[in-house]
C-alpha cells in the first residue's frame, strides 16, 4: 500500500523552510513509514496483538529512521542544522508516540517522551558504530535492527521475523525514507557522499 509522502514543498511556499519546519515533515514520514510496517507486519500474520507491542516496534523503527536520516543529511546542511533537525525530529516523533499512546491506551502515568528520546539516544550511539553509505544500511546495521525488533517479538515470531526485517521493512522504509530526504535536502552537485 503506497502512502503519501512529502517531497517538495508547494510553489506559493515563500517562507524559509528551516529545520524546524523539515523536521516536522521527517517526523511525520518516519512515523507513516513505521506504522505501514507494523500494519504489514501484522498482515504477514506476526503477532502484534498488544498495544505496547505495537507501540515498541513503532519506536524502534522511528529510532532506525531518525538515525538513517542524520547520516544522508550529513554533509548536505551544516552540522548545526543537521543537529536541530534531527533533536527536532525525535521530538516531534516522542510527541505523537506518546499522544498515541494516550488516544489509544489511555496510560498518562508514564513518561513516554522521554523514553522515547531515551532510546532514540542509546540506538543512535549503537548505529553509530556500523560502517555503511548514507543510503545503503549494511547487512550488519540491518540485522541489528531486526535483533531489536525480535526482541520485542513473541517467542514464536522470534526466529523469523528478523528476515523480515531485513529483507522487506527496512529496505521498504529507506526507498521511501531517501524519497524525502532528497526532496527536503537535494544533494549538491559536487558533493561526494562519504561513510561516516
Known amino acids: 500500500m503506497a502512502i503519501r509522502i512529502k517531497t517538495t514543498w508547494f510553489k506559493q511556499e515563500n517562507e524559509p523552510k528551516g529545520p524546524e519546519k523539515q523536521a516536522t515533515v521527517l517526523a511525520t514520514t518516519i512515523w507513516k513509514l513505521a506504522d505501514r510496517a507494523v500494519t504489514d507486519l501484522s498482515k504477514a500474520d506476526y ?11 513503532l519506536a524502534e523503527l522511528s529510532a532506525f529512521m531518525i538515525h538513517m536520516c542524520d547520516r544522508m543529511v550529513y554533509r548536505r546542511i551544516t552540522d548545526t542544522d543537521r543537529q536541530t533537525l ?3 525530529t525525535a521530538v516531534r516523533l516522542a510527541e505523537i508516540l506518546e499522544d498515541n499512546i494516550h488516544d489509544i491506551v489511555h496510560d498518562y502515568e508514564h513518561p513516554y517522551q522521554a523514553a522515547f528520546i531515551d532510546l532514540v539516544n542509546r540506538r543512535g550511539n549503537d548505529y553509530a558504530e556500523f560502517e555503511f553509505p548514507p543510503e545503503q544500511p549494511s547487512f550488519l546495521v540491518l540485522r541489528y535492527l531486526g535483533n531489536c525488533v ?13 528476515d523480515q526485517i531485513m529483507e522487506v521493512q527496512a529496505p521498504d522504509m529507506v526507498i521511501d525514507l531517501i524519497k524525502t530526504v532528497d526532496g527536503l ?9 562519504l561513510t561516516t
Do not use: A, E, K, Y
Open 47 to 57: 503477532d502484534i496483538i498488544t498495544p505496547q507491542r505495537g507501540f515498541g516496534l
Open 86 to 88: 534531527i533533536q527536532v
Open 150 to 162: 525480535r526482541d520485542i517479538m513473541q517467542s514464536n515470531d522470534q526466529s523469523w521475523v528478523i
Open 185 to 193: 535536502f537535494p544533494h549538491s552537485p559536487n558533493m561526494v557522499l
